[in-house]
């Protein structure tokens, strides 16, 4: 059977491949990694809905857990941010994904301890609001395959516009210093509460160099559907393959009242 119709055929069954070259009767190895450097990085971002809120029937996090965890290793994210968790829930999610996953000190972050060295990490104290205090954990990784180090930041603004504002300015001035002088490249990911054209995401764009990977609506409010974007994944010294929003769902309701956003991210 000819190479191509075994390709087909192999597809046909649902197969993924990882194919080898094939010359002159030899099959020539390239040696790469598990990660290899040619492939792009998976990041996502999602608030999973804290339990705190005690929500009734299918929302109730007991009810619903299982669901989130499933999507989360469907869509298989190499970096992962959460927003929302409690200590429990966080607990449940590191469970569910497997001893190969670790931890940021501060639990805002999840990466593969197979395809990433933790380097250090970080806290930057943002605006509160009426829920309480804010900030953003940043993390600081080296890619296995390749020795090159990263940036990765888990943002979760208030939900008032003072706090919306304060937050992204402080997010600006310290940009500089997280990036390492804008010599590393920089994942920016989470839940900003704030929607396109607003004046804090205008502040946080316009004033450093990120660049917005996905755009589309996020927040469901329970929905099927989303209405409004509140949730981001942007980077610097990056580019994106591919962004989408995940929507798995197994019950009559979403998983969270937001959508996680998956994006394919290559390190310049």
Same mark, same amino acid.
């Not at 965890?69 to 941010?81: C, K, N």
């Not at 003072?162 to 990036?179: D, H, N, P, T, W």
């Given at each position: 059977m000819k190479c191509t119709q075994l390709l087909n055929k192999a597809w046909s069954m649902g197969l993924h491949l990882k194919v080898t070259f094939l010359f002159l009767g030899f099959t020539s190895s390239l040696g790469l990694a598990q990660d290899s450097i040619y492939e792009s990085l998976r990041f996502m971002t999602f608030n999973i809905r804290t339990e705190l809120a005690q929500d009734p029937g299918?929302?109730?996090? *007991?009810?619903?857990?299982?669901?989130?965890? =499933?999507?989360?290793?469907?869509?298989?994210?190499?970096?992962?941010?959460?927003?929302?968790?409690?200590?429990?829930?966080?607990?449940?999610? =590191?469970? #569910?994904?497997?001893?190969?996953?670790?931890?940021? $000190?501060l639990g805002q972050i999840l990466f593969h301890r197979d395809k990433f060295v933790f380097i250090e990490s970080g806290r930057i104290d943002l605006i509160a609001d009426r829920w309480g205090d804010r900030y953003s954990e940043w993390i600081e990784l080296e890619r296995v395959a390749s020795g090159k180090r990263f940036i990765v930041l888990n943002n979760h603004w208030? &939900?008032?516009?003072?706090?919306?504002?304060?937050?992204?300015?402080?997010?600006? +001035?310290?940009?500089?210093?997280?990036?390492?002088?804008?010599?590393?490249?920089?994942?920016?990911?989470?839940?900003?509460? &704030?929607? $396109?054209?607003?004046? $804090?995401?205008?502040?946080?764009? #316009?004033?450093?160099?990120? +660049?917005?990977?996905?755009?589309?609506?996020?927040?469901? *409010?329970?929905?099927?559907? $989303?209405?409004?974007?509140?949730?981001?994944?942007?980077?610097? +010294? &990056?580019?994106?393959?591919?962004?989408?929003?995940?929507?798995?769902?197994?019950? *009559? #309701?979403?998983p969270s009242d937001h959508r996680a956003i998956v994006c394919n991210l290559r390190l310049e």
């Open positions: 299918e929302r109730e996090w *007991a009810v619903r857990r299982g669901e989130v965890a =499933h999507g989360i290793r469907f869509q298989a994210p190499d970096v992962l941010g959460l927003q929302e968790t409690t200590p429990e829930q966080l607990e449940y999610i =590191h469970q #569910e994904l497997g001893d190969s996953w670790q931890v940021s $000190p208030g &939900v008032d516009s003072l706090a919306q504002q304060g937050s992204a300015e402080i997010m600006v +001035k310290r940009f500089r210093f997280v990036s390492q002088d804008q010599q590393r490249p920089t994942i920016l990911m989470g839940d900003l509460n &704030v929607q $396109p054209g607003s004046r $804090p995401l205008n502040t946080l764009l #316009e004033n450093t160099p990120l +660049k917005n990977f996905f755009w589309g609506a996020t927040f469901n *409010a329970w929905g099927g559907v $989303p209405a409004i974007q509140l949730d981001y994944i942007m980077g610097f +010294k &990056v580019t994106s393959d591919s962004c989408y929003i995940d929507g798995y769902q197994e019950g *009559a #309701e979403a």
